[in-house]
Every structure is written in structure tokens, then in C-alpha cells.
């Protein structure tokens, strides 16, 4: 633990640490471009310069320069300004001064700092460099002789995207940031660039022209598109959400968002239910609230079957609990019927930051770049920084790191090959990852658990057992009770009369032909084509919500804009509907629900990790056949608003189809 | 930008070299310089890789040869390395060609000490000449470029032609040079200037004379 001296003042630094993190941790602002805390360090930027003695007398780059013991570094001296001052006027040489038509206007870092630490004017006459814009693909906007070649998008995608594809070709003043050849970057992280960008760059292509930061109201909210429970600020003006933007948690996202998470947003404004619908003569007839009740009424027999959807919150699946009854709720819309009986084993245990602190990991039928992008990134994090070693039972696919594939045969996981076997005996934190492409198939969770237990993945401090979710109402609806034994197909069998279905749209409704469909749900979609009811509701974006992401954390987001037309939260139409029935429901506002809710599980009433314990249930571990694919064919068109939104529909058709996309002529 | 990276049509390179492979001696020798690096840092070679790939481009175009993205591409492959990092290296250095070029690529040197020994005259034969900074003659012999310097300040104005050096130039042999090229004569390599021996002064040796001849100690002279 070095002691350091930051402008007269004595910290204690951890051993390790440079001294541009010394000095913030001095409480001291070291403007910087190239330096991000999440990337290996460039030192090409210069804009960090300190005055350290002892040392040469010359300004140093602090990010590159490790504390050590007696450092009497200062940040505040002539030379640190006049360094600065220096730097801030080369780095603008070649920048152009197009801030009022560039988008990074207002949140720029080039902007913030040429103020804060810049001459004020420049003394070059000569012809500013022009670069050409580069492609980048759908989603990222360039406008390259902006950039000052900071190199952070190059590292973000060698390191954290995983795919070394984006580069700086040429030398000197020719040098220029690009992909290869001009290609679409093939990341579903692409758009974290994007954030990282410290000029305009690159910029958001779907967002473009759109809005100055300073006219937004920001609003914290928790991403619904996977499991991983992303922490997002909704950015909205008006009505409409423009655009999310990840924040920073370090024990979910850190600060990365999936591409879906960012640009999913104008699916919000498009295809939206707002006002009820009755199916009349085959055909759906827009009607009043009162109406559709009524309807509802007609076929309510004080108990009905409730089908979640993918992005439900944790309230519309009690307040829907609390109405229908208990007896007959499935969440697991396309078929899955693991057992629930311990959620411990249902669980990604390890946590999404531990499993980076794995030293072998075993995947089996989950294809986690497309079902849990930011997972990924950690695992490819357990590779990069503590050489892991990953065995994957499935499917080959690019999973953007090196992966030992052990076929796609379920037998590897009963009779497991030698190298795998080897590498569990001799891990120190061994963990297990299976997905939805394996759990389908009877008895692949017995035989997990049992490899779990054979090879000690639960040991003193380290749970190994996880099951990847890529529901983001999953976890939530399994505490809230949301899982019928034998799944969707028996409940189905038992034809119940009336059935609820909350924005679920991946169902095969042919199951439900002889059941009155009461669809409560934002987007028309397949859901809302087979209903003979349409409740129309709120999407995450509209409601206050609890989500309980894949390894159980409780979070709460808040509420960006109010849902279109009469569209209403889906909990106050539980509510409203249970006046019409005549069964009135014991809560009358969020707040009311919630605490209604933390009575029945209590879990669900406190934001953070619910603590499932460890327990495993007695399944039957006989495994045979094939993996015959992963659940996720098109990352980009995984739920209903995704699927109307014309940003993800667009890459979905460019990134996953591969069709070339022209622009009109402009 | 004049210096930056224009690269020919995509298709149309990769229709014709998309089935580029080593031949048996590149192969080898591509081989010895991965064995000069320890196992999984193969990757050092990549430069010298990308060079006998250019090579033999060469030998198969009857030119100086040069790097198309499908060759790059096999390099990269070979060494175990993502394509955009080979692309970068290939970018970065003047010696690969990212374009054809033609038999003969003159690479002239109009750097500070070169310009004031008169490189001036040297662009103005090979203008002269018919050749053309950045392009190819119709005929295929000559591609000209202006590079950085190249180290032979001692004996400026210089030009590079393929792998020899040209030295001590003016107007007049550079002139020469060019047409003994053209006319398949192999012109004297290194200074033009009779009677100097490599970069060694003119007139003789101004200092250490005394080991003109022989070896001699001067630790007694101090």
C-alpha cells in the first residue's frame, strides 16, 4: 500500500494503482480521453499529464505511471496547465468545430474538457485533416474526422466485445479507426462504443438528430429484453422514450447494455395496443373498458389460468395471481417443465460478477452470446484475465471466445469425456451453466446436478450450479409461483375456461382452443392475434416495476412516460377488473401491491440478491439424444417489441440474414 | 488524404486471389520464420509472412507484387490471428504494396537530406521518364512513390528499385538507371558516384586514417 502525496495532500493507495487513479482517489479531476477504467490502458491521449517527483522534469501520462512509495505528484502547477493546455490545442488541430451538428453536443468529453483545460483559441492556419466515414453497421453512426484516436473502441471490441474486428489502419496523420474492410461489426455490444466514444465520432445511428441530452428527462430503469436485468436510464421527451443508456452496476451490467437493451426503444411508440379489443364474429372490435370486462365477466368462474409472458414485472404477475388464483400459472411459455421445487437449482448461482472468477466452465446448450450477451463478456473477462477454460456441451457457435466443444450428444454430461473430467477434478472454482437449449430434454437437469455434485461445484464459498434464464420475468414469476408442474402442456390438458396471458406471445395458443383468451398486454402481436379479449397495458418503459433478473436480484424501475390511449399499468387493470367481478382486490396503489406482495414473498420486497439457499431436488438424471439447437434463432427479434421495431428489424435483416441494407439517396 | 489507405474492389480481388496458398518454397521459408518465435508466438512472424506473400504475388504477376485482402487473409489464417490485426500491420508499412504495382517499384526518398542533396532532380527524371507518383506506367515497368526516410542520408539523394538501393543520384543517372531497367540491363547497385567506395568519404578517409591500411590501437595516442 504505497503513500502518495496528491498537491500536499497524503493518501494511501492500493498496491497496484496508477496515479491517475491516486489522484482521484485525492478527490483531484485528471482529464483524460484514451484511460477507461473497463479497458486495458493506451496512454495515447497525453491529455493526463502530471508533474511527479521524483522522476524526470517533464509532465508524465499518470495513467500509464504506477503509484509507488513517496510519490509527490502535483496536478496543479503551471507546467501540469501549460502541459494540458498543449495537448488539448494538437488534439483539436485536426477536430473539426461542428458541435452544433454534431450529436455528442452536451455530452461531449472533447467539448467539456477543451473548456475546462484548453487555450481558448488556436494558433493553427494550415488545412484541417478530413477523413471518410467508415461503416460500422446498423447502429453506429460515424462521422470519422471527428475522432481523435483514442483507440477505445478498438479495445472495447479486442477485449470486452470479443471481436477483433475494428482497427486502426495506416500510420500518422493517415492513421484511421475502422472495421475491417468496412464491415457491420458482428457484436450485439456494438453500441456500447457508441457511450465510450469521447467525441462525435461515433454516434447512435437509430438516434441521430433526435434530441439534446439537456432536453431529456432521464429516469432509472431495469432492461427487460434478457434475463440479465441491465440497469438502464430511460432517456424520454414527451411521450416518447428516445433512447437507453446503461448505468453503471457493477454487479450486473457493469456499464455495458446489449444492442437490444439500446435500440429497442422505437419499438415502443409503434404496433401498441391502446384501447381494449373484444373478439366479435371471428373479428377484433375495438370496445370500451366496461365492455371488455363484461366480456370477461361472462366466463369467469372465481378461478382462471394465468400465462406469463418474458418481460412481465413482478407487480401484474401478483396483482394477476391474486385475482385468478394460484392453482394454474406458468411462466415458461414455449414448453420448458423443469422442476421448480428448489429455486436454488433453477438459479445462476455463481452470480453474473462471479462467474469471472471461474476457472473452468462448463456450458451446456446455452448459447450465451445471444441469450445473455453481458454473461458472455465476464466469461470472456475469466479467460482474458484468469485463463479459464471452457468446455461446451451443444451446437457449435461462435460464442466469440475459444471454447472446447464436446458435441452436442447429452450423453458428455452423464458418461463425461476425460479432458472434462480432468479439468472439474483439478478446478479450484468450477462452475456448470445450463441453458434452455439443454433443459427442454427430460433429465438434463437431474444429470447436471448430479455432474454438480460428483465434481463438488458447491463448495465453502463458491456455488457452481447455474441455469442461464433468458426471460426477464422468469425469475420473478418462479417466486411468485409461476411454474405448473409438468408446464404449459399439462395446464393446457386441463382446458381451463378463462386464461390470462400477460404479454406472452411466444405461446402456441392451438394448446388453448376451448379457453376464453384474455390477452393484457402493450404490443399486437401473437398474443393479441388469438385473444378474444385485448386488455391493452403498459410496457417496462411505462410502469413502476419489480424484476428479478437470472441470479435472483430483486430490482425496481421506475416510470419513463405513461402508456398510449387508454392503455393502462397492468396491475390497475387487475385492480379495475376485480371491482367488475365483484372481488375486489386488497390494493389500491403500487405501493399497496408491493407491500402485499413482500407479505406473500418477502424476497420480492427487498431490491437485491434473494438468498434461495442450497438445496438439491431428487430428479431422475437418465439423459439421451441430441442438442438440437438453441432456443435464440434471431437475437434481434426475441419479444414483441423488438419485433416492431424497425432499428432491430433492421439488423436482425443485416447482422443475422445478412441482406444488405441500402440507403436511399439522400 | 493522399497517404491513406485506398485498397482495389473487394470482389474483383477476392474472385482472383481468394485461393491464394504458399507454394512450396514460400511455404518453407514462411516456416523457418515461424520457428524462430517459441510456440503461440507465432504470430511474431507475421511481417515477414506478409512479405514472402507479397513475393510471391510477385513472381506470379511478373511484378514487384503486392498484398490483396485475400492474401492478407490466408496470412492471418496461417499465423492464427484475426484478419483486421494483419490488416493493420499491412496498412502501416510502405513496404506492402496494397495496390498492384509494377515490375519495377522506385521508391524515392524526399526527405529533408535528400531533398537538399537534390531529390528535386531525381522526381524530375523519373517525371521526365513518363512515371507518375502513385501510379504504374501503361507498360507495366515502372511504379513510382515518394517515401520516408531511408537511412542512406550519407550518400543522399537515394532511391529504392525493388531491393536494391540507388545512391549519390542526379538528374543523369537517374536517368540511366531507369533505362537500363527498361532495356532488362541490371545497373551498378549502390553509389553512382565513380571512385567512392560505399558511403565512405570522398577523397579519402578524413578521420581514423590510420586503420585505412591495418588495424591500429590508438588507446596509446589518448
Known amino acids: 500500500m504505497p503513500k502518495v502525496t496528491v498537491d500536499g495532500l497524503e493518501i494511501e493507495v492500493p498496491s497496484g494503482a496508477t496515479v491517475l487513479q491516486a489522484c482521484e482517489m485525492a478527490g483531484k479531476e485528471i482529464p483524460r480521453f484514451c484511460y477507461h477504467e473497463r479497458l486495458s490502458i493506451a496512454g495515447n491521449c497525453r491529455m493526463c499529464l502530471v508533474e511527479i517527483a ?9 495513467c ?8 509527490i505528484i502535483r496536478t ?28 455528442q453536443g452536451g455530452e461531449c468529453d472533447l467539448q467539456d474538457q477543451s473548456v475546462a483545460y484548453g487555450r481558448g483559441a488556436s494558433r493553427f492556419e494550415e488545412n484541417k485533416r478530413a477523413v471518410t466515414e467508415k461503416y460500422m453497421g446498423p ?5 470519422m474526422t471527428r475522432c481523435i484516436q483514442c483507440t477505445r473502441c478498438v479495445r472495447f471490441a479486442e477485449e470486452v466485445a470479443g471481436i477483433e474486428e475494428v482497427g486502426a489502419i495506416g500510420r ?3 492513421m484511421q479507426i475502422t472495421t475491417y474492410l468496412e464491415h457491420a461489426m458482428q457484436s450485439e455490444l456494438s453500441g456500447n462504443v457508441v457511450d465510450l466514444c469521447p467525441v462525435g465520432a461515433l454516434t447512435s445511428k437509430p438516434y441521430a438528430f433526435e434530441a439534446r441530452p439537456w432536453e431529456l428527462k432521464k429516469t432509472p430503469s431495469i432492461d427487460v429484453m434478457d434475463a440479465v436485468g441491465t440497469n438502464i436510464r430511460l432517456d424520454s421527451r414527451g411521450r416518447a422514450v428516445l433512447r437507453a443508456l446503461p448505468r453503471i452496476n457493477d454487479d450486473v451490467n457493469e456499464e455495458w447494455a446489449s444492442d437490444k437493451t439500446r435500440h429497442a426503444v422505437d419499438g415502443l411508440t409503434h404496433r401498441r395496443l391502446d384501447k381494449p379489443y373484444i373478439r366479435k364474429d371471428g373479428k377484433l372490435v375495438a370496445a370500451s373498458w366496461t365492455e371488455a370486462f363484461d366480456a370477461i365477466k361472462a366466463h369467469w368462474t372465481g378461478e382462471a389460468a394465468v400465462l406469463a409472458g418474458d418481460q412481465v414485472d413482478c407487480e401484474t404477475m401478483f396483482a394477476a395471481r391474486a385475482l385468478a388464483g394460484s392453482s394454474m400459472l406458468e411462466g415458461r411459455q414455449t414448453g420448458l417443465a423443469y422442476d421448480t421445487s428448489s429455486l436454488s437449482a433453477v438459479n445462476f448461482n455463481t452470480t453474473i460478477a462471479g462467474i469471472e472468477n471461474a476457472d473452468v466452465i462448463l456450458l451446456v446448450g446455452s448459447d450465451l452470446r445471444r441469450e445473455a450477451p453481458l454473461v458472455n463478456t465476464r466469461i470472456q473477462k475469466a479467460i482474458r484475465k484468469r485463463g479459464a477454460k471452457v468446455f461446451a456441451i451443444g451446437p457449435v457457435t461462435d460464442l466469440t471466445y475459444k471454447v472446447e466443444w464436446l458435441g452436442d450428444d447429452l450423453s458428455a454430461l452423464t458418461k463425461a469425456p476425460k479432458v472434462l473430467t480432468d479439468a472439474l477434478k483439478n478446478a479450484e472454482r468450477p462452475a456448470i451453466v445450463v441453458g434452455g437449449g439443454a433443459l427442454r430434454y427430460a433429465g438434463v437437469h437431474g444429470a447436471a446436478l448430479a455432474l454438480a455434485k460428483k465434481f463438488k461445484l458447491v463448495r465453502d464459498g463458491w456455488n457452481g450450479f447455474n441455469v442461464l434464464h433468458f426471460a426477464a420475468a422468469r425469475m420473478g414469476g418462479l417466486m411468485l409461483g409461476y411454474a405448473h408442474d409438468g408446464g404449459i402442456k399439462k395446464l393446457a390438458a386441463a382446458s381451463p375456461k378463462l386464461a390470462f396471458f400477460l404479454g406472452a406471445d411466444e405461446v402456441d395458443y392451438s394448446l388453448f382452443s376451448n379457453t376464453f383468451k384474455v390477452y393484457v398486454g402493450h404490443h399486437g402481436d401473437n398474443g393479441a392475434h388469438h385473444a378474444d379479449v385485448i ?7 411505462e410502469k413502476s416495476g419489480t424484476y428479478v433478473n437470472l441470479e435472483g436480484r430483486v430490482q425496481r424501475g421506475e416510470r419513463a412516460v405513461f402508456p398510449p390511449g387508454d392503455a393502462r399499468e397492468d396491475w390497475a387493470i387487475f385492480r379495475a377488473l376485480s371491482d367488475a367481478l365483484g372481488e375486489r382486490l386488497p390494493f389500491h396503489s403500487v405501493d399497496a401491491l408491493r407491500a402485499e406482495m413482500a407479505k406473500a414473498v418477502p424476497a420480492l420486497g427487498v431490491e437485491g440478491l434473494a438468498h434461495y439457499g442450497w438445496s438439491e431436488p431428487a430428479l431422475s438424471a437418465e439423459v439421451n439424444g441430441k442438442i438440437a439447437d438453441y432456443p435464440i434463432k434471431d437475437f434481434y427479434l426475441t419479444n414483441a417489441i423488438c419485433r416492431a421495431s424497425e432499428t432491430m428489424q433492421k439488423c436482425s435483416s443485416e447482422l443475422v440474414h445478412g441482406t444488405q441494407v441500402l440507403e436511399a439517396a439522400e | 488524404m493522399a497517404g491513406a489507405v485506398h485498397i482495389p474492389d473487394e470482389a474483383e480481388t477476392r474472385a482472383k486471389w481468394g485461393g491464394f496458398t504458399f507454394s512450396p518454397a514460400y511455404k518453407a521459408k514462411a516456416d523457418v520464420f515461424i520457428g524462430r518465435y517459441p510456440a503461440g508466438r507465432q504470430q511474431s512472424a507475421v511481417m515477414a509472412l506478409l512479405d514472402l506473400a507479397q513475393r510471391q504475388v510477385g513472381d506470379e504477376t511478373q511484378t514487384q507484387g503486392w498484398l490483396p485482402v485475400p492474401v492478407i487473409e490466408y496470412v492471418a489464417s496461417y499465423l492464427g490471428m484475426p484478419y483486421m490485426r494483419t490488416y493493420e500491420v499491412a496498412t502501416f508499412y510502405t513496404m506492402y504494396n496494397l495496390a498492384p504495382v509494377g515490375r519495377f517499384h522506385v521508391q524515392i526518398c524526399g526527405t529533408t537530406p535528400c531533398m537538399l542533396r537534390g531529390s528535386d532532380d531525381i522526381i524530375a527524371a ?6 507518375v507518383k502513385g501510379g504504374t506506367t501503361p507498360d507495366g515497368l515502372f511504379t513510382l512513390n515518394e517515401v520516408e526516410c531511408m537511412g542512406n542520408c550519407a550518400s543522399a539523394p537515394m532511391v529504392q528499385i525493388n531491393d536494391d538501393n540507388y545512391e549519390d543520384l542526379d538528374y543523369d543517372s537517374m536517368t540511366a538507371i531507369l533505362s537500363d531497367l527498361a532495356e532488362g540491363k541490371q545497373p551498378k547497385v549502390g553509389t553512382q558516384l565513380p571512385g ?15 586503420m585505412v591500411d591495418k588495424n591500429h590501437d590508438y588507446r596509446g595516442d589518448w
Not at chain 2, 523519373?126 to 512515371?131: A, H, I, S, V
Not at chain 2, 565512405?200 to 590510420?210: I, R, S, V, Y
Open chain 1, 54 to 62: 521524483p522522476g524526470p522534469p517533464k509532465p508524465q501520462a499518470s
Open chain 1, 64 to 71: 500509464a505511471l504506477p503509484a509507488t512509495e513517496g510519490q
Open chain 1, 76 to 103: 496543479d502547477t503551471p507546467m501540469v496547465k501549460k502541459a494540458r493546455e498543449g495537448v488539448m490545442e494538437f488534439l483539436l488541430i485536426n477536430h473539426p468545430l461542428d458541435c452544433p451538428i454534431c450529436d
Open chain 1, 139 to 143: 447502429l453506429v453512426k460515424t462521422a
Open chain 1, 172 to 174: 500518422g496523420e493517415n
Open chain 1, 535 to 541: 386488455l391493452p397495458g403498459a410496457a417496462y418503459s
Open chain 2, 126 to 131: 523519373c517525371k521526365n521518364r513518363g512515371l
Open chain 2, 196 to 210: 567512392r567506395h560505399t558511403v565512405e568519404p570522398f577523397g579519402g578517409a578524413t578521420t581514423l586514417q590510420a
